[in-house]
């Protein structure tokens, strides 16, 4: 049987030796971390290190290593058992010291009662307890406590019976021409169609560690069906029903579905300003002034004009958007549009035209210019990932900004943060100030009117508040600074035939400029530059 080489203590009348015992069957050799931690824990703490080593050294190369280590007697040592149990409290260990030569042997109720008195409690092992007893296994870790793992569980799941990810690229003809009266951007349904189907949670069963405690499976996600108008759940609440035909999106994991208002002419005097819960698809045109807001999208068929389109969903311009400098569009989803002109343009997806010129663009997904122009001239275009045109800035040299690789929203809200604390210090600093005034009349007077009393509490207040604020929007302006370094370098600029002189690219927080015509060219960031690669 294989066997690890131990030691033993030897009591003769002139001292304690150490006394070697081989391996047997390819057992592990004598390790003198083995032997000291034995010997500290028998309080003998005034042995030499230098003869451990050597009785080690001897115990390789013979049978039978003996060397004295204390000089005097000792009291003899009886069996001892060290128990151990794992981190995770998984199994607990005996490991097993001869007794010395005068010592006695631990008997197994003992050797229990141990294994108790050290907190393990549950799955014992009396068998493997038995054998290292039996087999005198000195030296040697044995398995006698194994916990009960726990059963883990199953994640709750949703399943969606409709197109949660509705194409939003319009399809381009063979010349290069992009057919904007053609888009499909509405996922249909019907009512009672079901739409999502809810598979539960199963938590999983308890396990018990070796003291007896508990072991608790990985906690599982909890789901449920979220929905808004115009949707029912089954009595069991696992499956969703449509209770109108219409149009169906998905938002942050809540389904909506809507039936689409059309307006049948122009937004205009005839119309006042269009609010509705859900798409709104507009015949005419979208006239100066004038609002179209909706929980949904926004489809237009004819131009905008020096308007506002504001979605939930995504907003389409079958023919474009000439804003004379009014024209606003906001969409949690895509914008797509024929061309963008002197508007203010913002997209919680990807904005897809033929031409953006004298706009202020910015996008949480790519902006892609393509088509017949693919222009992008004058104003200013961030995208959070990718800008795609066929030609950037004029020969005229005008003024376009491209910026990439940063959340917009994120580097605004970063901004916004910083101005406002430094608002803050500043009302800080002026506050401090009135106060030292009044405090100082108030220690050479002794006291103050009431006015003034009332003025001395509330500045005092209005520190706390700051204060206060100071300390949460420095927590986000932290956590923003944290989340730009770590998306710095991300974000692409693709110019497929000329950027022109005038044009300025932003990729994270590096800037450089375009001074001679450069054809066919990616615009990407490497450490602190950005490199101009083909395509």
């Known amino acids: 049987m294989k066997r690890n080489a131990f030691f033993q203590l030897v009591h003769r009348n002139d001292g304690v030796y150490l006394k070697s015992y081989p391996a047997v069957d390819g057992g592990l050799p004598l390790k003198n971390d083995d032997i000291l931690t034995y010997l500290v824990k028998k309080q003998y703490n005034d042995i030499d290190l230098s003869l451990i080593k050597e009785f080690i050294d001897a115990a390789a190369k013979k049978a039978n290593a003996y060397i004295k280590v204390i000089d005097g007697a000792r009291l003899p040592e009886n069996e001892y058992a060290l128990i151990t149990t794992s981190g995770d409290r998984y199994m607990a260990k005996l490991r097993l010291y001869p007794p010395s030569n005068d010592g006695k042997r631990i008997s197994k109720d003992d050797l229990l009662d141990l294994v108790k008195q050290n907190g393990v409690k549950y799955g014992i092992i009396e068998k493997n307890i038995e054998i290292a007893l039996k087999g005198r296994l000195y030296c040697t870790d044995i398995l006698i406590a194994k916990a009960q793992p726990p059963v883990q569980g199953r994640n709750a799941s949703i399943e969606y019976f409709f197109d949660a990810d509705k194409t939003s690229t319009p399809q381009m ?110 015949k005419g045109n979208v006239l100066t002034g004038y609002t179209v807001k909706a929980t949904g999208d926004i489809t237009v068929n004819g131009a905008v004009e020096g308007a506002s389109l504001i979605a939930g969903g995504k907003i389409v311009l079958k023919r474009g958007i000439q804003g004379m400098g009014k024209g606003n569009m906001q969409a949690k989803g895509d914008v797509i549009s024929n061309f963008i002109e002197s508007s203010k343009v913002t ?82 600093e002026k506050i401090m100030q009135n106060l030292q005034i009044l405090q100082k009349r108030l220690k050479t007077k002794g006291s103050l009117d009431d006015d003034k009393m009332k003025i001395l509490k509330a500045n005092s207040e209005r520190i706390k508040e700051i204060d206060a604020q100071i300390e949460s929007d420095t927590q986000e302006y932290e956590n923003l600074e944290a989340e730009l370094e770590r998306n710095s370098g991300a974000g692409k600029i693709v ?41």
């Open 173 to 282: 003809a063979e010349d290069g021409s992009v057919n904007f009266h053609k888009l499909d951007m509405i996922e249909r349904v019907k009512e009672g169609q079901l739409l999502a189907k809810l598979t539960p949670e199963e938590r999983g069963t308890d396990g018990t560690d070796v003291l007896g405690m508990p072991l608790n499976p990985v906690k599982v996600t909890h789901l449920s069906l979220k929905h808004g108008k115009n949707i029912h759940l089954s009595d069991d609440k696992l499956e969703m029903y449509s209770d109108v035909s219409g149009n169906v999106t998905l938002v942050d994991d809540t389904v909506f579905v809507s039936n689409v208002y059309e307006v049948p002419a122009d937004v205009g005097p005839s119309t006042g300003d269009i609010d509705y819960d859900g798409s709104v698809e507009v």
């Open 347 to 428: 997209s919680g997806g990807k904005i897809i035209t033929d031409a953006i010129m004298h706009s202020d663009v910015v996008s949480q997904d790519n902006v892609l210019v393509h088509g017949k122009r693919g222009l992008i001239a004058g104003g200013k275009i961030r995208s959070a990932t990718r800008i795609e045109t066929k030609t950037a800035g004029s020969s005229m040299g005008t003024q376009t900004d491209l910026e990439v690789g940063v959340d917009p929203t994120m580097i605004d809200r970063y901004h916004s943060i910083e101005k406002d604390i430094e608002l803050l210090s500043t009302e800080k």
């Open 495 to 535: 110019v497929e035939d000329i950027a022109y002189p005038g044009v300025k690219l932003t990729i994270s927080n590096v800037v450089t400029y375009i001074h001679t015509e450069t054809q066919h060219s990616t615009f990407v960031r490497e450490g602190a530059d950005i490199r101009i690669k083909g395509i």
